[in-house]
């Protein structure tokens, strides 16, 4: 038995009085109405006393989290076969911009020097672990978070939104998505597919809007991906990628080098060619030969620059 809060600190002496002059027989009605009395309020101060202090709040209703869908996602697991989860702060380190307005090259983390990161489904992956692929007009709820704007060389209606199924470095089947041209679509198809079947590991496939594309460096993104306005790398002409007519491949298994530009910054470990590792576009394998077969060429082959990510339907 406890003592109620705000009751004499003597409640339980006062209790145990009343009942013993019940047994003495003197004032037996009063003793035991006074016990009654008394022993009911020290059980509703246990009661009191035992409830949660959250109890005398008004009662809050319950409001959906902002980011309740990651909240309610089974944790990721630390490893799947060779493939491990992503370092905490991938993505979230920005490097420092040089005098030129670009962040200069660094050396490869060591979490990253053999890039093998298990992927965060975004889309629902494929029920029965096989290769399916989509082909459709693009939504507009997929064109307003995607990099095109009227200002862009080719009109919305000329683009179309994929869905493929491709092979992570876990080994299991993800669904991704690209932005292409309406004339490379099915021919994008044919290459993922092969892909697939040969297990060429890709670990992320997704459309970047224009904020991703002008945010700040963090040199560590693996983004593959068709579609982005943009011009080409140091030039005002328009790249290929703003037609929706080139891929870039696990950019940071496949960096672009120009003289001292590394990209992504922090790739600087998979410039060595030599030292094979999934997921690199390597001459006369599979990724290089899959885009050869629908005619495009690979930017692995450019003499003033190498850009081992890329594959365009003009070669450029």
Same mark, same amino acid.
């Given at each position: ?27 037996? /009605? ?128 000329? /683009? ?27 021919? /994008? ?55 929706? /007519? ?71």
């Amino acid at each position: 038995m406890c003592t109620p809060e705000g009751s004499s600190p003597n409640a339980r002496t006062e209790i145990r009085t009343a009942a013993g002059s019940r047994r003495r027989g003197g004032g037996r /009605l009063a003793g035991m109405l006074a016990a009654a009395v008394l022993l009911g309020s020290a059980l509703t101060g246990c009661s009191s006393a035992a409830a949660s202090p959250e109890a005398d709040k008004p009662a809050r209703t319950s409001a959906p989290s902002p980011i309740a869908p990651t909240e309610s996602r089974s944790p990721e697991p630390a490893r799947v076969g060779n493939a491990t989860a992503a370092p905490s702060w991938l993505g979230t380190r920005v490097l420092p911009v040089g005098p030129q307005g670009t962040a200069a090259a660094r050396q490869t983390p060591p979490e990253l020097r053999n890039r093998s990161i298990i992927t965060a489904d975004e889309l629902p992956p494929p029920a029965d672990g096989r290769f399916h692929a989509t082909v459709q007009a693009v939504p507009a709820d997929v064109l307003a978070r995607s990099s095109w704007t009227k200002n862009c060389p080719v009109a919305a209606s000329d /683009l179309r939104y994929l869905t493929v199924v491709f092979r992570g470095f876990d080994g299991r089947a993800h669904t991704g998505e690209l932005l292409a041209n309406a004339r490379v679509a099915d021919d /994008l198809v044919t290459v993922f597919k092969r892909l697939f079947a040969a297990d060429f590991p890709i670990e992320r496939m997704r459309i970047s809007s224009a904020a991703a594309l002008n945010a700040p460096s963090t040199g560590d993104g693996n983004t593959t991906e068709v579609f982005a306005c943009r011009p080409v790398r140091g030039k005002k002409g328009w790249s290929q990628h703003a037609y929706g /007519l080139a891929v870039d491949l696990n950019p940071f298994q496949n960096p672009y080098r120009k003289g001292e530009v590394v990209l992504p910054e922090l790739a600087t470990s998979y410039l060595d060619r030599a030292d094979a590792r999934p997921g690199m576009a390597q001459p006369r394998e599979e990724a290089v030969r899959a885009f050869a077969a629908i005619g495009w060429g690979w930017g692995g082959d450019y003499r003033s620059l190498k850009d081992y990510m890329h594959f365009s339907a003009t070669g450029g």
